[in-house]
């Protein structure tokens, strides 16, 4: 893929708008571009987060609609639409939606489960799908999806999880080369451990768990340069690599995954 660079004027749609990498990515962006008008349209279930977002966001152009993973596919759609009629079209779309969920309390109430499934997977087909249809009848866009490295392997204590992560990084997949002809990025970003409310109380490894402005920083960087696929830090490239390479057997018996 080309480099890319936003001309004078650039548009965003977010996905997950309140999510703290949302945030962070978002302020990345505008940092990185200076003399960018932005206008972006945020989608989030939390509306007066989104209000209190756009004031923050300093000259940028902001406008929001309610978003839930849990609406129906024509409702979520229809958002995209609205924006497309907001923004006149899509320059990048970055989706930060994300739910760790408790494995113990989905391994015996399905309705957990099925939380965890559809906030990371199946519930952002719909208005995925509606973003590349766009992207792709106008030839031009990137499309920025977060994803994890959790969906590299399967383990013990969040495998709801990272089947849910393994099942939207192979959707992309196959997504990105769909959508390589008509010129349009899909970058899978896979972080590994992040400092963020959603594993807060956890204990995480100290050197490869960074705040989420150093993930964005990661994000705009890679999007310039138009990366396919983001582990970020750098490191968990080879951590996972070293991870998928462990026999099942051994794996099986490992007790830290």
Known sequence: MPRYVPGARATMLVIGATSELAV??????????????????LLGRNEAAMQALAAKLGPAQVSWDHYDTA??????????????????????????????????????????????????????????????CCMEQA???QLLVISSVAGERGR?????????????SAYLSGLRLRLLPSGVLVM???????????VAGRKLPPYISPVPEVVARDIVKAARRGVPVLYTMWLWRYIMALTRLIPERIFMHLRRF
């Open 24 to 41: 962070a990515t978002v302020k990345a962006f505008i940092a990185a571009y200076p003399h960018t008008l932005w206008r972006l349209h």
């Open 71 to 132: 609406l129906a596919p024509e409702t979520q759609q229809a958002c995209v639409c609205k924006a497309v009629e907001l923004l006149g079209r899509i320059d990048y779309c970055l989706c930060a939606v994300g739910y760790l969920g408790l494995q113990q309390r989905a391994e015996r109430a399905w309705q957990e489960a099925q939380r965890i499934t559809d906030a990371n997977y199946r519930g952002l087909l719909p208005v995925l799908d509606q973003v590349a």
């Open 188 to 198: 899978t970003i896979k972080p590994g451990y992040v400092r963020t409310r959603m």
């Open 156 to 168: 013990r204590s969040n495998y709801y999880y990272g089947a849910a992560k393994a099942a939207l």
């Open 139 to 141: 030839r031009a866009g």
